[in-house]
């Protein structure tokens, strides 16, 4: 089963940056799409990008264009959401994930395997 740890989430203001990171324990993503999500208190889990295996594809969701960039270094067995401009209603725990798929897959039930989240927080 794989397991992934993510980091790099924590408290900024309006206007900064963070960068998120992801990363499987125990086994490698090849193969394996990536997906980054996030949940608000009371709100449904929401997509926010994805990544190919290969790189070569990226989506994102309307709220995170211009802003969010997803990544991922494969020889460092790495995936990375870049969060620039940030607003208070990014404020989320935001979650990876992964999902056994040639394509890139927006939906929540598409994806296997799930990390424990990383706390996002925008004050204003």
């Known amino acids: 089963q794989v397991q992934l740890v993510e980091s790099g989430g924590g408290l900024v203001q309006a206007g900064g940056s963070l960068r998120l990171s992801c990363a499987p324990s125990g086994r490698t993503f090849s193969g394996y799409a990536m997906g980054w999500f996030r949940q608000a208190p009371g709100k449904e889990r929401e997509f926010v990008a994805a990544i190919s295996w290969s790189g070569g594809i990226t989506k994102y969701a309307d709220s995170g264009k211009g802003r969010f960039t997803i990544s991922r270094d494969n020889a460092k067995n790495t995936v990375y959401l870049q969060m620039d401009s940030l607003k208070p209603e990014d404020t989320a725990v935001y979650y990876c994930?992964?999902?056994?798929?040639?394509?890139?897959?927006?939906?929540?039930?598409?994806?296997?395997?799930w990390g424990q989240g990383t706390q996002v927080t925008v004050s204003s």
């Open positions: 994930a992964t999902a056994r798929a040639l394509t890139v897959p927006v939906g929540v039930r598409q994806y296997d395997y």
